[in-house]
């Protein structure tokens, strides 16, 4: 089955710029979405179909993808973007979806 | 607005079932399957499965295959996820969570439901 790795964790000052990365042979052929959740939440979408922002989502988060690696970016980090994020894609050769292990991003 | 409300926290003991709901609001039920998703305490993310709400043809991950039925009733717009012979590795929150999809290259979930706690004790 397909699997998606990501660092388990990150940290960036604040202000600062972070990419949190995500790696998996399914994304040579589909894209990642990306999800963000804060402690005792259900995640929320932040990037879709590779580079989209959901209404209501800050512009300084984006997406990227070469290869077989999707990336998400904050520029310019707040202390509330502090957060668990999970990538999520297609299997390669059936309908079901994959999540990375996700990446907990500290805020300094 | 679109929103999915699930059912509220459930308490099983080793070998029961469970049956969790999620009620769907403001968009058209049959237009969109559903996913289901877990996420053990202190875990990362897990894929259980996803139905087509529109012909009630559902996918499993083959993990949960033997255990899993995935339901809806198109009069309330609602998905049924019952989880059978659970034992204390199902204790976890299970997510509802809307599909999206462009042509076939790319799918997201948006939104999720709050989740439903369901802890197997004995």
């Known amino acids: 089955s397909a699997e998606l790795t990501q660092d388990p964790a990150v940290s960036v000052a604040l202000g600062q710029t972070v990419r949190i990365t995500c790696q998996g042979d399914?994304?040579?052929?589909?894209?990642a979405s990306w999800y963000q959740q804060k402690p005792g939440q259900a995640p929320v979408l932040v990037i879709y179909?590779?580079?989209n922002r959901p209404s209501g989502i800050p512009d300084r988060f984006s997406g990227s993808s070469s290869g077989n690696t999707a990336s998400l970016t904050v520029t310019g980090a707040q202390a509330e973007d502090e957060a668990d994020y999970y990538c999520?894609?297609?299997?390669?050769?059936?309908?079901?979806?994959?999540f990375g292990g996700g990446t907990k991003l500290t805020v300094l | 607005q679109v929103q999915l409300v699930q059912s509220g926290a459930e308490v099983k003991k080793p070998g029961a079932s469970v049956k969790v709901s999620c009620k769907a609001f403001?968009?058209?039920?049959?237009?969109?399957?559903m996913h289901w998703v877990r996420q053990a305490p202190g875990q990362g993310l897990e894929w259980v499965a996803v139905?087509?709400?529109?012909?009630?043809?559902?996918m499993y991950a083959q993990k949960f295959q033997d255990r899993v039925t995935v339901t809806r009733d198109t009069s309330t717009n609602t998905v049924y996820l019952e989880v059978n012979s659970l034992t204390s590795e199902d204790t976890a929150n299970y997510y509802c969570?809307?599909?999206?999809?462009?042509?076939?290259?790319?799918?997201?979930?948006?939104?999720w439901g709050q989740g439903t706690l369901v802890t197997v004790s004995s």
């Open positions: 969570a809307r599909d999206h999809s462009r042509e076939e290259t790319s799918w997201w979930f948006d939104p």
């Open positions: 403001g968009y058209t039920f049959t237009s969109h399957y």
């Open positions: 139905i087509n709400c529109n012909d009630g043809r559902p």
């Open positions: 399914n994304l040579r052929s589909f894209y």
């Open positions: 179909d590779k580079d």
């Open positions: 999520s894609s297609r299997g390669i050769n059936d309908y079901y979806w994959v």
